[in-house]
């Protein structure tokens, strides 16, 4: 399939981080660019991070979002309020959506409060405001819950509300902590139908998403990075780093239906993730 | 048997039908050992008589008077202690926070002695001494409350880009404005024994415990197990009616 990647969307370089003088992730390196397709809109990616538990995978998504300073190393992300081109800035809090595992929401608000006060902000006018909330709840189906709380709630809207209230935040960057953990079919389905529906919102959106679920990062991501432990001079060390990068669109793996081709890539991927 | 194997669930009725006959075996036991001249523990007829003549001693102004006084208490160390609570994230005032909590392990009796010292109404003495004790008990609950709050919910509020006041303000202030209501209950069981206890020890304008020590003054242990009776019927009321008002009030409220 024909591409061309364009401006860089996010830049880490040399990223490590520790607890307490603790290194537990260390030289994360990568860089995303936006990608054009011919007579597709949407230039939005898809990236996966997978590794065994214990590997460093949350600590990345936290220095990624801001939530902790970097050891070492900066994350830069395309600064979209500067027309320059290439125009980047230092991650800092709120610049990159975040949705936790448990879909965290303020538990006294309802969503629309919810939708409204992550829309604070903003230079829009109030009805200006109302009209992208009313059209976001229609568009991911939650009109007739916009006066609930999240306790009223199912996992799977208070999923929903919880993308769209970092989506309305954060400067076209949204991850997502093990969006598919414990769930079933049919929510699963429903979770894939909002990566969908966060891909066709803006045409910047980067979708960065944990998962130990292999065949799904493979189905939904363009990139796919594997965390462990990295063995240097045969000695197996004891921090998280990038051990494999697979680019699924220089493969050929992205955007198509999911194949033989796929099932194979799956199994090299596990093999990489118990090898570290 | 279903009622006597463990963890077996039974329908509200039966419940009901469970608690009652406890109900009557309870009055019926009491009325079998106090039916004799001699007893320690007065019959249900002299307590009966005990709520009579204080019914006639103006028993509602003096319930009045104490739930005046546990109101008043409990208004006044909320304050103070909220105070106190939402200091505590912040590192200058953590240690002062943490310093006021402490002092729930000092002695009553030596507290109000200084009190006495420098408040010298009576009534307004009651109200110190119970606004003290109570504050050390409401902060140590209420930055409790506040330790529970899951390192999920303040990140989750810092990616909506809020600073740190808002999120004090939305996570902490706001987020657990139910749980203020719910610590209130938890510690007016220790507020409403303190109070007879300070209306019994500094008498001023009346109330359950000014009529518990004059009761125990006479020996007339009728009218002492009436009063008892009454402080805990108020008690549970009280509790029912702030557990009813969290609920109503907070919809979004699950504890």
Same mark, same amino acid.
């Given at each position: 399939?024909?591409?061309?990647?364009?401006?860089?969307?996010?830049?880490?370089?040399? !990223?490590?981080?520790?607890?307490?003088?603790? !290194? !537990?992730? @260390?030289?994360?390196s990568l860089i995303e660019k936006n990608v054009v397709r011919p007579n597709i809109e949407s230039t939005s990616q898809v990236i996966a991070l997978i590794g065994r538990s214990g590997r460093g995978k949350s600590s990345i998504l936290k220095a990624l979002t801001g939530l902790i300073e970097p050891h070492s190393g900066k994350i830069l992300i395309k600064d979209f309020k500067n027309k320059e081109h290439d125009a980047a800035k230092v991650v800092s809090e709120g610049d990159i959506g975040f949705v936790d595992q448990k879909y965290t929401l303020?538990?006294?608000?309802?969503?629309? /409060?919810?939708?409204?006060?992550?829309?604070?902000?903003?230079?829009?006018?109030?009805?200006?405001?109302? %009209?992208?909330?009313?059209?976001?709840?229609? /568009?991911?189906? =939650?009109?007739?819950?916009?006066?609930?709380?999240?306790?009223?709630?199912? *996992?799977? /809207?208070?999923?929903?509300? %919880?993308?769209?209230?970092?989506?309305?935040?954060?400067?076209?960057?949204?991850?997502?902590?093990?969006?598919?953990? *414990?769930?079933?079919? *049919?929510?699963?389905?429903?979770? @894939?139908?909002?990566?969908?529906?966060?891909?066709?919102?803006s045409e910047f959106n980067t979708v960065i998403f944990t998962t130990h679920d292999i065949d799904l990062a493979v189905e939904l991501a363009q990139s796919i990075y594997v965390i462990g432990y990295p063995?240097?001079?045969?000695?197996? /060390?004891?921090? *998280?780093?990038?051990?494999?990068?697979?680019?699924?669109?220089?493969?050929?793996? %992205?955007?198509?239906?999911?194949?033989?081709?796929?099932?194979? =890539?799956?199994?090299?991927?596990?093999?990489k993730m118990m090898m570290s | 048997m279903k009622i006597l194997k463990p963890f077996q669930k039974v329908s509200k009725s039966k419940r009901l039908l469970i608690m009652g006959s406890w109900l009557v075996f309870l009055i019926l036991l009491?009325?079998?050992?106090?039916?004799?001249?001699?007893?320690?523990? &007065?019959?249900? +007829?002299?307590?009966?008589?005990?709520?009579?003549?204080?019914?006639?001693?103006?028993?509602?102004?003096?319930?009045?008077?104490?739930?005046?006084?546990?109101?008043?208490?409990?208004?006044?160390?909320?304050?103070?202690?909220?105070?106190?609570?939402?200091?505590?994230?912040? &590192?200058?005032? +953590?240690?002062?926070?943490?310093?006021?909590?402490?002092? $729930?392990?000092?002695?009553?009796?030596?507290?109000?002695?200084f009190i006495t010292m420098v408040v010298q109404d009576a009534r307004n003495m009651q109200v110190w001494i119970l606004v003290i004790f109570l504050t050390t008990f409401l902060t140590t609950s209420l930055i409790a409350v506040i330790k529970d709050i899951p390192q999920e919910e303040f990140d989750h509020a810092k990616t909506l880009k809020c600073n740190r006041f808002e999120v004090l303000w939305q996570v902490v202030i706001l987020g657990r404005i139910d749980y203020v209501i719910d610590v209130i209950r938890q510690n007016l069981a220790i507020t409403w024994m303190m109070l007879v206890t300070v209306e019994s020890i500094v008498a001023a304008s009346g109330g359950l415990g000014?009529? #518990?020590?004059?009761?125990?003054?006479?020996?007339?242990?009728? $009218? #002492?197990?009436?009063?008892?009776?009454?402080?805990?019927?108020?008690?549970?009321?009280?509790?029912?009616? #702030?557990?009813?008002? $969290? +609920?109503?009030?907070?919809r979004y409220s699950k504890i």
């Open positions: 399939m024909e591409f061309e990647f364009k401006e860089t969307l996010l830049y880490i370089d040399g !990223v490590s981080v520790a607890y307490d003088g603790v !290194v !537990v992730v @260390k030289d994360i303020f538990r006294h608000k309802t969503i629309y /409060q919810t939708l409204k006060f992550a829309l604070r902000k903003t230079d829009l006018t109030a009805a200006e405001k109302k %009209a992208k909330i009313d059209s976001y709840l229609e /568009q991911w189906g =939650l009109t007739e819950f916009k006066d609930k709380y999240p306790n009223e709630l199912s *996992g799977g /809207q208070r999923q929903r509300t %919880a993308i769209i209230e970092q989506l309305f935040c954060s400067d076209k960057f949204i991850i997502l902590d093990e969006p598919f953990s *414990g769930l079933d079919v *049919g929510n699963i389905e429903e979770v @894939k139908k909002s990566f969908e529906l966060l891909n066709n919102s063995t240097i001079n045969g000695e197996k /060390q004891s921090y *998280g780093t990038i051990v494999a990068k697979y680019d699924l669109r220089d493969s050929g793996h %992205a955007w198509r239906e999911y194949c033989d081709d796929h099932r194979e =890539l799956c199994k090299e991927i596990i093999h | 009491w009325t079998i050992t106090t039916a004799g001249d001699k007893h320690i523990f &007065p019959s249900p +007829k002299n307590v009966m008589i005990g709520f009579s003549e204080l019914y006639k001693e103006g028993l509602v102004t003096h319930i009045f008077s104490s739930l005046s006084l546990c109101f008043l208490s409990i208004l006044l160390a909320t304050i103070i202690s909220l105070i106190f609570a939402y200091s505590w994230p912040i &590192p200058l005032l +953590k240690p002062v926070s943490e310093f006021v909590t402490k002092f $729930r392990f000092l002695p009553f009796t030596g507290l109000s002695f000014f009529l #518990i020590k004059n009761s125990d003054k006479f020996m007339n242990h009728g $009218r #002492i197990i009436a009063l008892q009776i009454i402080i805990l019927v108020i008690g549970l009321g009280l509790d029912w009616f #702030i557990n009813f008002l $969290r +609920k109503a009030l907070f």
